[in-house]
T-cell receptor, first 113, second 113 residues
Framework: GENVEQHPSTLSVQEGDSAVIKCTYS??????FPWYKQELGKRPQLIIDIRSNVGEKKDQRIAVTLNKTAKHFSLHITETQPEDSAVYFC????????????FGTGTRLQVTL | DVKVTQSSRYLVKRTGEKVFLECVQD?????MFWYRQDPGLGLRLIYFSYDVKMKEKGDIPEGYSVSREKKERFSLILESASTNQTSMYLCASSKQGTGNTIYFGEGSWLTVV
């Protein structure tokens, strides 16, 4: 089955700096890669996703890049703010009836003032 | 607004008890999932269902079973709870097909003593 590795497990940045979280996946048939943000005590929520026919996608301060050849994808957050502090999960899935997601182990991002 | 509701936020059960975790979604989603979240391990799929009365094992099904008698409801059952099942359990749902957003419930914290 699919295996998703995520690094780093913790990341501390100063407000205004950029943060990068990286994931690799094992199943070359995976074609959908979402990122979820989980604030303390809250449910995970989708923040951005990318499909395999696209190399990069941006939404204001966040962007995701995908390298299908190398089987890795990354989340980039620019101009970080304290409210960006959370746990971020990458995930991967392939075409299928239920399109179940395989998640990475999470990155705890701390944005300090 | 999609709503995935988990009936219990916090439960404390004794070893050997039978435990039911209930989940209801109100968006007519075909797919429903049960994940387990543990620190450092991310979100791991226990079981999923892509239709009423249909179920498939995820990555860690041992010690669990599920029931989906109605489209909107997906139950996770621990036949005989054990201390290593102390965890946060997250229910989720999505429309059928690749790349459809998976929506999570708020989670159920289960402690087995």
């Amino acid at each position: 089955g699919e295996n998703v590795e995520q690094h780093p497990s913790t990341l501390s940045v100063q407000e205004g700096d950029s943060a990068v979280i990286k994931c690799t996946y094992s199943d070359s048939a995976s074609n959908y890669f979402p990122w979820y943000k989980q604030e303390l005590g809250k449910r995970p929520q989708l923040i951005i996703d990318i499909r395999s026919n696209v190399g990069e996608k941006k939404d204001q301060r966040i962007a995701v890049t995908l390298n299908k050849t190398a089987k890795h994808f990354s989340l980039h957050i620019t101009e970080t703010q304290p409210e960006d502090s959370a746990v971020y999960f990458c995930a991967a899935s392939r075409t299928g009836t239920a399109s179940k997601l395989t998640f990475g182990t999470g990155t705890r991002l701390q944005v300090t003032l | 607004d999609v709503k995935v509701t988990q009936s219990s936020r916090y439960l404390v059960k004794r070893t050997g008890e039978k435990v039911f975790l209930e989940c209801v979604q109100d968006m007519d989603h075909e797919n429903m999932f049960w994940y387990r979240q543990d620190p450092g391990l991310g979100l791991r799929l226990i079981y999923f269902s892509y239709d009423v009365k249909m179920k498939e094992k995820g990555d860690i099904p041992e010690g669990y079973s599920v029931s989906r008698e109605k489209k909107e409801r997906f139950s996770l059952i621990l036949e005989s709870a054990s201390t290593n099942q102390t965890s946060m359990y997250l229910c989720a749902s999505s429309k059928q097909g690749t790349g459809n957003t998976i929506y999570f419930g708020e989670g159920s914290w289960l402690t087995v003593v």
